[in-house]
């Protein structure tokens, strides 16, 4: 019973102590938050600067693994916002790029529709519409392949047009592609005339001339001569098809940037600036070339 009554007392003497502890523990903590500059006076005191110490710590230990995951979580919830981002960004991106790529497909055709205007009607009914699908090396068309062939119409000696103006012949035709040159070649000579003056005529003679002294180098320019030497053409007229040969009528072929006359030949040479930009062909039109009796 002695035994049993002691040890009891010593339980409730445990008790007691810890519930000490726990006080102590709370009131100082209590204090500090009400009056910091009581810590120092509180840490040096005996037994209770040993609990303010190890309280301390312990919370700050405590404080320390709670930032340490939250940070971890916050960094995890970043890194997948981060991604959300990029793949929103790659997205947007995209959309981008298609319209761009949209955008010129309709530029392309707007331009494609305006051959229309140089071709009769009867024409139309056989034109053939195509996209040029490779070219010969170099920055400029001078040959070209197209994805129509004898399968949707086209001949040999068909005539190649865009938006803006003559691009060339056909000269090779398979079943389901074309081969054509254009213009800045001279095997695709063709007769012009004066736009203002139907009667002023002429022919495109030579292989094109790249640059001169008042042009840059990325200007091609054509040159041809005059059937009458006395033709009254200037700089700046521009010049269409005559309807001599296998090309129709008034489709447009470039401007005349110089004239010269020589006057050994009794010619009068001119030099023109194409329409067509023979560095950017993408769509094209092409018509049966015109019946020549």
Request: hydrophobic share 40%; aromatic share 6%.
């Given at each position: ?54 309280g301390k710590h312990l ?159 990325r200007d091609k320019l ?72």
């Amino acid at each position: 019973m002695k035994l049993e009554k002691d040890s009891r007392r010593r339980l409730s003497l445990k008790t007691i102590l810890a519930t000490i502890v726990v006080v102590l523990i709370v009131a100082i903590t209590a204090n500090s938050m009400s009056n910091s500059g009581r810590l120092d006076a509180v840490e040096a005191k005996g037994p209770i600067s040993a609990f303010y110490i190890v309280g301390k710590h312990l919370n700050n230990v405590v404080v320390g693994i709670g930032d340490f995951f939250g940070d971890l979580a916050n960094f995890r919830s970043n890194a997948r916002m981060v991604q959300d981002l990029k793949n929103e960004n790659d997205k947007l991106k995209q959309k981008i790029i298609d319209m761009e790529s949209d955008v010129d497909k309709l530029d392309s055709l707007e331009r494609l529709k305006k051959s229309l205007n140089y071709v009769s009607t009867d024409q139309r009914n056989s034109l053939v519409t195509a996209s040029v699908i490779g070219k010969n090396n170099g920055d400029w068309y001078k040959s070209f392949v197209i994805d129509a062939g004898a399968g949707d119409g086209v001949k040999t000696d068909s005539i190649v047009i865009n938006g803006q103006g003559v691009v060339g012949i056909v000269y090779s035709v398979s079943n389901h592609y074309s081969k054509a040159i254009s213009l800045i070649d001279s095997r695709a000579s063709v007769s012009f005339k004066l736009a203002r003056k139907n009667d002023h005529k002429g022919v495109i003679t030579t292989s094109s001339i790249v640059g001169s002294a008042d042009f840059t180098d990325r200007d091609k320019l054509l040159q041809g001569y005059l059937f009458d030497p006395k033709s009254d053409v200037k700089k700046d007229d521009l010049l269409v098809t005559s309807g001599l040969g296998l090309y129709p009528e008034n489709i447009p072929i470039g401007n005349v940037t110089s004239v010269t006359y020589d006057k050994n030949k009794s010619m009068k040479t001119i030099k023109i600036r194409p329409s067509v930009d023979f560095k950017n062909i993408d769509n094209v039109s092409i018509i049966p070339p015109r019946k020549v009796q």
